[in-house]
């Protein structure tokens, strides 16, 4: 659901994105209701101006959506691997509770 800045009211909206392609009409045609692995996101981009058919209303956007496979929207994780054995030790801390600064 999208706010309408101008009327305040609420309306239903689709995520869409537009991926260029070499298929004529007829392969795109046939392609209509395919799933696809992967995700529609959204990205940031210079402003435009947008005008929503429904309303006629003249809107600015910032953002648009595209399509990304699913490799690109899994954060990639990265696996911690120590140079070398460490060992928690302590003895290094103060024992007293009070904090004295080094000389």
């Not at 995520?15 to 940031?44: H, N």
């Not at 054995?85 to 600064?101: K, P, R």
Request: glycine share 6%.
């Amino acid at each position: 659901m999208v706010l309408s800045k101008i009327t305040g009211n609420f309306y239903a909206t689709a995520k869409k994105a537009y991926i260029p392609s070499t298929f004529d009409e007829q392969v795109c045609t046939g392609l209509i209701g395919t799933e696809m692995p992967g995700s529609i996101i959204k990205e940031d981009c210079e402003p435009f101006e947008y005008v929503v058919k429904e309303t006629g209303e003249e809107i600015t956007l910032s953002h648009r959506w595209v399509y990304v496979t699913e490799d690109a929207v899994k954060p990639k994780q990265e696996t911690f691997v120590p140079k070398h054995n460490i060992i928690a030790n302590s003895d290094v801390f103060s024992q007293n509770g009070i904090l004295e600064h080094a000389e």
